[in-house]
Every structure is written in C-alpha cells, then in structure tokens.
C-alpha cells in the first residue's frame, strides 16, 4: 500500500495574506509544515500542492517537492485530486499547510484505518474530538459530526447536532478536526462529481462525499492542531519554537 502526503497550499488567505511564506524561526511556515511532514516517517512521499510561484519555488529550492496546480480549484479536495490523478497511490493524506507542529499519532491511526479495512468498506478517514463548553457547541466555526455506531459519519454540518431537546441522555458533541486520509478513487471520484444543495448551503466539502455514497471513518482524538490563521498566531507560534 503506497501511502503519500499532500500538503494544498494557497499563497492567498482572507484572514492573513501570505501567512504561509512568514518567517517562523529562520524558515518559512510552509517549509516547516513540509519538513515536519516529511520527518513523522509516515509516508512513501509528501509534495506541497500550490497556485503560487513562490511557494512551488521555496519548497523546490530547499530539495522539496511541489506541484503547481494548473486549474483554479473551489475546495482543498479539488486540488489534491488534480495532483495525484496521475501518480501511482493507494492512500492520499491532507495535511493543514499552516500547521508546522504536526503530531504524527493522529496521522498513524488514520492510516491504520486503512490498513485494517481489509474489505475496503473506507472511503475516507477523518479526525474528530469530543467538546463539552457549550459556546464551542454553539460556534458555527465549529463543524460538529454525528457517526453511527461503528463509526461511520451521518452528517457534518456548522448547526448544533444533534439538538439537545432531551438532555442527560448521554449524548456526546464531537468537533470535526479537518484532517483526511482518502483512497485515490474517491478523491477521482468527488473531482467529477457537482456540487449539491447541503454542500452549497454549509459551505462543507465532506457533504459531496457523504450525498454521493461516501464511507467516511471517524476516528476519535484529543490533539487539537496549531494552525496559523492570524498574526497572533504566528507570535504564538515563534514562542513554542
């Protein structure tokens, strides 16, 4: 089974512009994230997947690998399809372009579901950690997932699901942590298939899969990724280093 990592990365970012070229101690976050990647020891091959000349050049020149995308793409699954359509892969894994601390167990139980699914019944896996204070329950920034009783997802969505109308019934609210591992076919698969109404309305790309027929496996954990989406961030950052 050959297993590579994909890392998508837009120069262009709404809330921080440019914030995958900053400096975090003497190298840039997206060659951080690279290398990081690279040193979990998890993976056949880890390339950077970008719209940005400077990013594609930053990784190649410290002997890294990037592939420039050549279509402009609506998701981070559109741009990690039209990349490894052409390379030979059983297993793609999205790793966040703005989060340098990588931790590698999270990443090794999703592979792991991949390699126990021997009748290959998976198509997609996914992280998601249980929250318990009501204001991130409420927070539509929030994606909270429902799995049925082996794990499966039902449904992705930003509302509180599912609604307490009865409460101490033991229900559990779980956070969807954004981090994939798919199999080739069904990324090929989501890059031909439309955009439909509950993916339009949530702005959530893992309702094409769950509309089309998709297995999406859960897999729960407690890291929370350090992602770099303000300035404040990126001083948070400099600080751990």
């Known amino acids: 089974m050959k297993i590579i990592a994909v890392i998508p990365a837009r120069y262009a970012s709404t809330r921080f512009p440019a914030k995958l070229m900053q400096d975090l101690g003497g190298k840039t976050v997206i060659l951080r994230t690279y290398e990081a990647a690279v040193e979990t020891n998890l993976f056949d091959d880890v390339f950077v997947v970008t719209d940005s000349d400077l990013i594609y050049n930053e990784i190649v020149s410290h002997n890294g690998k990037a592939i420039m995308s050549v279509k402009e793409h609506e998701s981070g699954s559109d741009r990690i399809a039209e990349a490894v359509e052409s390379i030979d892969v059983d297993i793609v894994v999205n790793v966040q372009g703005d989060e340098p601390f990588i931790n590698s167990e999270p990443l090794r139980e999703l592979i792991q579901v991949f ?127």
């Open 115 to 241: 390699k126990n699914d021997i009748d290959k019944k998976v198509d997609l896996g996914s992280l998601m950690r249980e929250i318990k204070d009501e204001e991130e329950i409420n927070n539509p920034n929030n994606v909270k997932v429902v799995v049925d009783q082996n794990q499966f997802a039902l449904y992705f969505s930003r509302s509180v699901i599912p609604f307490p109308r009865e409460r101490n019934v033991g229900v559990r609210y779980m956070q969807h942590i954004g981090i994939y591992a798919f199999r080739k076919q069904a990324l090929l698969d989501f890059y031909s298939l439309p955009m439909k109404s509950l993916e339009a309305s949530e702005k959530l790309e893992q309702l094409r899969y769950l509309e089309f027929g998709k297995r999406i496996k859960m897999v729960e954990t407690t890291h929370v990724g350090i992602g770099i989406d303000t300035p404040e961030d990126l001083e948070k950052a400099r600080k751990m280093l």
